[in-house]
């Protein structure tokens, strides 16, 4: 069992940044492909990054390469997301998740609570 808590969200004008983290319980947490996902009011919840277990292989949503960045510290059991030039479109509940596989997985098995990002114009 994975506990993922999520923080660093906030209020922040556009053209700013935030730097979210994602703490993770477990000792197989170094092991597990961890991802980072966003729900806008009224919208379906959409893929933002993702990272591999090892740091080698990361992957971005268009709409934020570029812009964001996703990492990971093993021995802190936290993975994290950059947001730099931030837009009003990127206001959104940002959701992490966590997975046994080692890369890319099409579902994740587990999910923080959310933290609230919001983006004035």
């Known amino acids: 069992q994975v506990q993922l808590v999520e923080s660093g969200g906030g209020l922040v004008q556009a053209g700013g940044s935030l730097r979210l983290s994602c703490a993770a319980s477990g000792r197989t947490f170094s092991s597990y492909a961890m991802g980072w996902f966003r729900q806008a009011p009224g919208k379906e919840r959409e893929f933002v990054a993702a990272i591999s277990w090892n740091n080698h292989n990361t992957d971005y949503a268009d709409s934020v390469k570029g812009r964001f960045t996703i990492s990971r510290d093993n021995a802190k059991n936290t993975v994290y997301l950059q947001m730099n030039s931030l837009k009003p479109e990127d206001t959104a509940v940002y959701y992490c998740?966590?997975?046994?596989?080692?890369?890319?997985?099409?579902?994740?098995?587990?999910w923080g609570q959310g933290t609230q990002v919001t983006v004035s114009s």
């Open positions: 998740a966590a997975d046994p596989s080692p890369y890319f997985p099409a579902e994740y098995d587990y």
